[in-house]
């Protein structure tokens, strides 16, 4: 059995980046979601008229990765505390929201939330509601630090999260 959980935390290339590294994460597919506009392109979003955030939706395997250790490397991943930005990607595109898929995804984020807000000095900005519709972003757009060889320069991988959270091994014992 598999689920889904989708996250907007800036640039959806860093989101996805960091989210295909994770064991139990069997596939990142990015694209567009919490707008008003049905199959925006990225042209559109990036126009600050059709209302989506770039979002990363994840499909794991909850027996290998669960989505609270997925939601711990979201507010790793990024500063939660930006309002439509992430550091030089500025738009309402780059917002931080939590999309859940289910009502106890939804308890999980907002615990979670409330937790993190220990580690920030400023007020979390990141949006918690259900999934409204996932629209895939272009071809061009997915697992685009791959197809391109770049370096990911939107996000950091947080991997002392990742290993904290038992998802890869520690450096001490590779």
């Not at 800036?10 to 139990?24: A, D, I, M, Q």
């Not at 979002?55 to 979201?74: A, G, Y």
Request: net charge negative.
């Amino acid at each position: 059995m598999t689920e889904q959980a989708t996250f907007a935390a800036g640039c959806f290339w860093g989101v996805e980046y960091v989210y295909r590294r994770v064991p139990g994460v069997l596939q990142a597919e990015v694209g567009y979601s919490g707008g008003t506009t049905p199959n925006p392109t990225y042209e559109q979003v990036c126009s600050h008229t059709t209302g989506h955030a770039e979002v990363c939706r994840v499909t794991f395997d909850p027996e290998r990765v669960t989505f609270e250790q997925l939601v711990e490397i979201f507010w790793a991943m990024h500063d939660p505390t930006q309002v439509n930005r992430q550091g030089p990607d500025i738009g309402d595109q780059y917002r931080s929201a939590i999309f859940t898929h289910s009502e106890e995804q939804q308890r999980i984020a907002e615990a979670s939330k409330e937790r993190a807000r220990a580690r920030f000095d400023k007020p979390i900005a990141t949006e918690i509601q259900r999934t409204p519709e996932f629209y895939p972003a272009e071809d061009y757009h997915q697992a685009y630090y791959e197809k391109n060889g770049h370096t990911p320069y939107c996000h950091v991988v947080p991997v002392g999260v990742l290993e904290e959270l038992g998802l890869i091994p520690a450096a001490s014992e590779a």
